[in-house]
């Protein structure tokens, strides 16, 4: 089992950048693939973008292709998503998710672990 905190949200003027950051517990965290999904007002959660166990591999949905960069750092347990040239219709609460095994999901509904989320806010 693994815990999930994000943090690194906030309010951000289109066209800035944030970095959001999710620490894990445990001490397996090199196990898991991970993945950022977002979820905004009154809308499905929308998966964003996933990283295999090494690193080695990544997936981006369409939406963030270019603007967004997930990576992560198994000596920190850490996984982080870079979010550039932010748009207002990225604001949403964004969530991290972990999911045991080599393979490496780009569905929402295959990561059984997710943590609280962090409020991302972009205005025009």
């Known amino acids: 089992q693994v815990q999930l905190v994000e943090s690194g949200g906030g309010l951000v003027q289109a066209g800035g950048s944030l970095r959001l950051s999710c620490a894990a517990s445990g001490r397996t965290f090199s196990t898991y693939a991970m993945a950022w999904v977002r979820q905004a007002p009154g809308k499905e959660r929308e998966f964003a973008a996933a990283?295999?166990?090494?690193?080695?591999?990544?997936y981006y949905a369409d939406f963030v292709t270019g603007r967004f960069t997930i990576s992560r750092d198994n000596a920190k347990n850490t996984v982080y998503l870079q979010m550039s040239s932010l748009r207002p219709e990225d604001t949403a609460r964004y969530y991290c998710?972990?999911?045991?095994?080599?393979?490496?999901?780009?569905?929402?509904?295959?990561?059984?672990?997710w943590g609280q989320g962090t409020q991302v806010t972009v205005s025009s």
């Open positions: 998710a972990a999911n045991y095994g080599v393979a490496l999901p780009v569905r929402t509904r295959d990561y059984r672990y």
């Open positions: 990283i295999s166990r090494s690193g080695s591999s990544t």
